[in-house]
Structures are given as C-alpha cells and as structure tokens.
C-alpha cells in the first residue's frame, strides 16, 4: 500500500494571465519538489476526466454548461475579477474534478493507503451556481458526493485548511447531514463567509482565526473543535481541501502558520482516518500563492500522507495511553 499522486499536463496549461497568484507555476513547483528522491514511494496517476454525472451531483446541468460556453477559444475570459479561464481552463477543470474522484475510488477500493491531487484549479470557492475565487467546479465537493453515490458510504467528512474559507464547499453540502465540513480560515478576509454561527444542519464548523493567528491557534482550533466534531461523526473517509496559503510567507492572507503546522495538522487528520476509516484519506490541493512557501508545505504534507501507517499508529498509542491516564487520575479522585 502507498500515497497515490495524481496530476495531468493540461493543468499547468489553465493560463490565468500575468500576474496573476493563481498561476501554473503553482504546480510547477509542487511537481518538482514531488520528483525528488524523498518522494520516491509515490505512486504516480494521469487524473481522469471528470464525467458530467459527477459534476452535477453539486452543479446544475445548466451552469456546467455555462462554464464550458465561456471558455475562449484563444485569450482570456473573465468570469469575476479573480476567476480568469483562457482555451485550457475546461480540460484543466475536469481533470481536477475527475482526480478527486479517482483518488476516492483507488482509496475506498484498497489500492493505497491514501491520494494527494496535485491539480489546478482549485475548487473550494466555487458554489453550486456560481464560479468565483479562482475556482470553476467545487473539486472537493464533488468527491464526497461521488464516494457516497458510487461507494454507498454515509459519513464523510472534509477538513479544509485554506486561509479563506470554502463557501462553494459549505454551500454544497450545508443542507445533508451525511457530511461534516470543518474549515479553518482567517476571519474578515475573502469571500466573508465562514461565520462560527453559520452551521448547517449541525454539519459545519466554521473556526474563523484572527489575523497573525499561530501554532498555538491551530492547536488550539484542533483540541477544542476539530477533533471533537470528528470524534462525533466517526467519519468512513476524510477528504482535505488543502490550502497552504495560511502560510506566513503568503502574499494573500495573514496567519502565521509553517510548515511544520502543517505536518502537524497532516499527522492528527491521519490519525483520526487510522481510528474511524481505516485511514482512507484523499487530500486535494486548493490555495497557496508563495511559490517556496507551496512547495515546503506540500512536501511535508504529502510526507506525512506517506509515513501515515507508521505516524497514525504512535499517535493512536499516544491516545489510549493518555485516556488510560485520565481515567486512573479520575479514579484516584
């Protein structure tokens, strides 16, 4: 069993336009530092188109045919003030869409442990009917429906670590109580939604931080709201919306998260998939605008997804012991 990587050519070919943060040299950069000998486990997949049918578990058909209809077929066409899209960007698109897909079924088939998507664009933004914040289709979104679709599965749940929060994700999923949407993200920054109050059916968490928020912040978010809210749910696979731009080199936001955050964060998601879902987890790349700050942080993530055997059971342990302790000093009460 292995860490699965998937990624297709035509995604560094959705040209955005000089200047712009969401560009190809994002997954340059990452699929470079992923063709280093550290990362030599890996096993490497062509991402599949995605299928209409997968699509429209979350867009209406006449939106995904919108989408399609503004793609130019030279120049660029922009859908919003952020969201640009040039000949490529449909294939690109549905490519994204279609690895998260495939990553769940590798995973929930047993071919490997767990699947990182080294894919643009990025989705958490886009909502059901509208693109925005550089995304077309909602790529995580549209995973967890197809893994309950398709594998039957009644719990699954998506941890999204972006500094801006996935209002396309949230507004997808807010209404069924078969997922759990947990997002961190820096408070009073695009697109303003991610509110503490804004629930769901009792689905979402929303743990919006303070601008220069730390590790200590993090930690923090995980003891008091993340891990609680998996530990209720007892989900049969966790999906990341992993979003680096929380990073403290990062031009667009302001937390001070590092790459050793991330690594951290990796390791606690892993081992609550060891405890509930056999470990079956499928991390899809969204935001993060440093190129070098991308780079780290994806490489110590997606090391932490291939050490995810050995790292979730030395945490597990760590777990029972410390519940054994407490339950000791509770008895000596």
């Known amino acids: ?46 991402a ?116 801006h929060h996935g209002n396309g994700t949230q507004a997808a999923l807010q209404h069924d109580p078969g997922y759990l949407y947990i997002s961190t993200h820096q408070a009073y920054i695009y697109p303003g939604t991610g509110r503490r109050e804004e629930r769901g059916v009792d689905n979402i968490v929303n743990i919006p931080l303070l601008a220069n928020s730390n590790s200590a912040d993090l930690r923090h978010a995980w003891q008091y709201d993340i891990e609680p809210a998996l530990n209720e749910f007892r989900p049969q696979l966790i999906l990341i919306s992993a979003g680096f731009d929380a990073h403290h080199m990062d031009p667009l936001a302001e937390l001070n998260f590092s790459e050793d955050d991330y690594k951290w964060l990796t390791e606690q998601i892993l081992a609550i998939a060891a405890e509930y879902c056999s470990g079956r987890v499928v991390s899809v790349l969204e935001g993060g605008y440093s190129i070098p700050a991308l780079a780290a942080s994806v490489a110590v993530h997606v090391r932490a997804l291939l050490e995810a055997p050995k790292t979730a059971q030395r945490l597990l342990i760590k777990g029972i012991l410390a519940r054994q302790k407490a339950k000791r000093d509770g008895a000596r009460l």
């Open 1 to 46: 069993m292995t860490t699965l990587l998937f990624n297709h050519p035509v995604c560094q070919e959705h040209d955005t336009g000089f200047g712009h943060p969401e560009c190809s040299a994002r997954i340059t950069a990452v699929l470079n530092v992923l063709h280093t000998s550290p990362f030599a486990a890996l096993e490497w997949r062509e």
């Open 48 to 163: 599949p188109e995605a299928e209409i049918e997968q699509l429209a578990r979350i867009h209406p058909p006449e939106y995904i045919e919108k989408i399609f209809a503004s793609i130019p077929k030279q120049g660029h066409y922009a859908i919003d003030g952020d969201t640009v899209v040039s000949p490529r960007s449909g294939a690109a698109a549905l490519r994204a869409a279609g690895a998260a897909c495939a990553a769940v079924d590798a995973v929930l088939r047993g071919e490997a442990d767990n699947a990182f998507c080294a894919t643009r664009p990025p989705g958490h933004h886009a909502e059901p009917k509208q693109a925005m914040g550089f995304c077309l289709f909602a790529n995580a979104a549209i995973a967890a429906a197809h893994a309950r679709a398709v594998h039957h599965l009644d719990r699954v749940a998506i941890v999204d670590f972006d500094v």
